[in-house]
């Protein structure tokens, strides 16, 4: 087990965002959380990734307590997050924005400048990740200038550089056509096992990349676990269908 939690409560003054919320993520799963405006879903993300500390309940990863623990220290532990809205530099080409993270791998931020221009090593890793993720060809455009689907490949190439052992994705498809949503997930699970990732969970809306990628879903429904399953497990519950997954075209 690489991830897990258990009993997971957040509480906002008087309001329960979580309440008991248990899950666990194994080795080489691909994890979908999905549920309804309100269910938890970016609280139960902040909790997983440090963000916030659980008001009660404990997260674990790779065996050590992480509530609270805050991003930079998260990354270093092994854990990398892609975000909803895209957090690209705008005024910084595609081969620097992926240098800045590999910049923060190596622990070099104080000389960030100096690394983007001269560091090899930094330059290599950036440039290696950027083949994974089909953007070779776009290095020395402007982060700002890329298409919207390639902006969202960008910021989930900048979590890849982290070189993580797991990765959450954050509505990873949004804002992109239906065409480019698949162009996106096969280029992502490509890059996933070509660099040896443990594990991938997701926050995802659209259902046919949640369906069509996923091992297991996590559903929530008002701040608790209304199911965790397989995909064909989920489709077959008719209460989930109609509370949380709604009809899918076919």
């Given at each position: 087990m690489i991830l897990e939690a258990r009993d997971i409560r957040k509480l906002?003054?008087?309001y329960v965002a979580l309440d008991g919320v248990s899950l666990s993520i194994q080795e080489g799963e691909f994890v979908s959380i999905i549920g309804p405006n309100g269910a938890g879903k970016s609280t139960l993300i902040n909790?997983?990734?440090?963000?916030?500390?659980?008001?009660?309940?404990?997260v674990r990863f790779k065996g050590k307590d992480i509530g609270g623990i805050g991003t930079v220290a998260l990354t270093r532990l092994g854990?990398?997050?892609?975000f909803q809205l895209v957090q690209i530099f705008p005024e910084l080409t595609v081969l620097e924005t992926l240098q800045a993270a590999v910049v923060s791998r190596l622990?070099?931020?104080?000389r960030i400048f100096a690394s983007l221009a001269g560091d090899g090593q930094v330059q290599a890793d950036a440039l290696d990740v950027a083949g994974l993720f089909n953007l070779s060809d776009k290095a020395h455009a402007l982060a700002r200038e890329l298409p919207q689907g390639d902006k969202k490949l960008l910021d989930v190439a900048s979590a890849f550089a982290l070189r993580?052992?797991?990765?959450?994705?954050?509505?990873?498809?949004?804002g992109v056509s239906t065409a480019d949503k698949h162009a996106i997930m096969e280029i992502l699970v490509g890059a996933a096992k070509r660099i040896?990732?443990?594990?991938?969970?997701?926050?995802?809306?659209?259902?046919d990349i949640v369906f069509g990628y996923s091992?297991?879903?996590?559903?929530?429904?008002q701040g608790k676990v209304l199911a965790d399953a397989t995909p064909a497990e989920i489709e077959a519950d008719a209460r989930v269908v109609d509370m949380v997954v709604g009809r899918r075209r076919r």
């Open positions: 906002y003054g008087a909790v997983l990734t440090g963000v916030l500390q659980p008001s009660a309940g404990s854990m990398a997050r892609s622990g070099r931020g104080a993580p052992e797991i990765i959450l994705l954050d509505e990873p498809t949004s040896g990732l443990r594990a991938i969970i997701q926050v995802e809306h659209d259902m091992d297991r879903i996590i559903a929530l429904h």
